[in-house]
């Protein structure tokens, strides 16, 4: 089998691969809806791919691995790599998760990320309101992440948050030390939210970057009490392209509460001294960021030999991501947690695909179904009419 093209159309936000085959096999692939920019660079690999083998995934992937590094720009790769496993699982037959090393689990664990409602404001209130119906939602999240301090609102909201100079530009440019009263605002928040969880629902919070090490170790102390299920991105993460892993471990060993970092990381040398200085206890990478399924599983088989555990990042994954989601996270060892649920955004992305289990989520588990590939299909009939005119020819070939 032969590779005869890569495409990849921006539908709704998500840049969405189609690898087709001499074969007449295709295979898809997405890129975070944060990222519609990326069509470009997603073509620019299609010089390596055509002609390859797609069901030789890995010797496929060193071909194109090199040219890419940390979020946002291990995406196209990510995607492609993606797609590739999608075409190798439909030649064999069998679903993707049993070409990573079979299922370890019949459902997975979803946190929740992603069902959002508008928050009213920034107050201890405002938190346990919203906290409240995110609760309540349907799909009965076993976990729901939140975002506190410098990933939030609160530097340009909350009177005197900080000592710094807020910044405008791209997302969570903030970093500084709290105020006293700051800080003070950040765990008034957190413990509105718990009062509304109780122990019924575990909480973890999206912290930064931004933080400073002195007022990490502030908050995480004053949290102790509280059986917060992770503190991420405290002093790096998100789309900082470097790691921290001597200052995450002096964080690490300070306190009780389990520090997460790892979304914004490219690939498995990058987690290297995270993962050996033990400098966290929850890696998070995104397989839409990360390389791609093969390599966020590598990455959760060397974490969990190290104690570490895994919750991987996907709140703008999409729908395809998702499915990828499932079947990575099928395969991990026991120190998975659970993966961030992306959703499929406008909500038509759930009318253009197929094979997704309906509701998708049951008490915070998606059971993994058996369709050989990812087992989800964009369906061209329906999807063509949110077609860009410059992708017109997405679903040809
Ligand atoms: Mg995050």
Same mark, same amino acid.
């Not at 930064?208 to 400073?212: A, I, K, L, R, S």
């Not at 102790?224 to 299920?229: D, G, V």
């Given at each position: 089998m032969k590779i005869t093209d890569l495409k990849c159309a921006i539908i709704g936000q998500n840049p969405t691969v189609r690898i087709t085959t001499d074969a007449g096999i295709c295979g898809y692939g997405q890129a975070e809806s944060?990222?519609?920019?990326?069509k470009p660079h997603v073509l620019f690999y299609k010089q390596y791919l055509?002609?390859?083998?797609?069901?030789?995934v890995e010797r496929v992937m060193l071909r194109i691995r090199r040219m890419a590094s940390f979020k946002p720009w291990g995406s196209a790769v990510s995607a492609i790599e993606m797609a590739l496993w999608d075409i190798a699982g439909k030649a064999a037959g069998v679903p993707v998760y049993k070409l990573l090393?079979?299922?370890?689990?019949?459902s997975v664990l979803v946190y929740n990320g992603g069902v959002r409602f508008p928050m009213k404001g920034h107050t201890p209130e405002d938190y346990a309101e919203n906290m409240a119906l995110m609760k309540a939602?349907?799909?009965?999240?076993a976990i729901i992440k939140q975002a506190i301090g410098f990933h939030s609102g609160m530097a340009g909201k909350?009177?005197?948050?900080?000592?710094g100079e807020v910044v405008g530009g791209a997302p969570h440019g903030n970093r500084g030390l709290l105020t006293e009263r700051g800080l003070k605002h950040v765990i008034a928040c957190v413990e509105a939210m718990k009062s509304v969880l109780g122990d019924e629902v575990g909480l973890a919070l999206d912290c930064?970057?931004?933080?400073?090490v002195p007022d990490t170790i502030r908050l995480a102390k004053a949290l102790? *009490? #509280?059986?917060?299920?992770w503190l991420e991105?405290?002093?790096?993460?998100?789309?900082? *392209? #470097?790691?921290l892993a001597d200052v995450y471990r002096d964080i690490t060993l300070s306190t009780s509460v389990p520090i997460h970092t790892g979304e914004q990381i490219y690939l498995r040398q990058n987690f290297r001294e995270l993962i050996e200085k033990q400098a966290v206890n929850i890696v998070g990478p995104d397989p839409e960021d990360v390389g791609g399924l093969a390599e966020l599983k590598w990455i959760a088989e060397y974490a969990d030999l190290h104690g570490i555990l895994m919750a991987p990042h996907g709140v703008f994954d999409g729908l395809i991501g998702l499915a990828g989601l499932v079947h990575a996270a099928a395969v991990m060892p026991q120190n998975y947690i659970a993966f961030e649920y992306p959703l499929g955004k406008p909500d038509w992305w759930y009318e253009i695909?197929?094979?997704?289990?309906?509701?998708?989520?049951q008490d915070s588990r998606i059971t993994v179904w058996d369709r050989p590939g990812l087992g989800v299909e964009l369906i061209p009939d329906k999807a063509e009419k949110y077609l860009r005119d410059e992708d017109r020819d997405f679903f040809d070939g």
């Open positions: 944060a990222k519609p920019y990326l055509v002609g390859e083998d797609p069901t030789n090393g079979g299922k370890v689990r019949d939602s349907p799909e009965k999240f909350v009177p005197d948050f900080f000592y930064g970057p931004g933080w400073t102790e *009490p #509280y059986n917060i299920l991105d405290t002093v790096n993460g998100d789309y900082n *392209p #470097y790691v695909v197929e094979g997704l289990p309906n509701p998708i989520v």
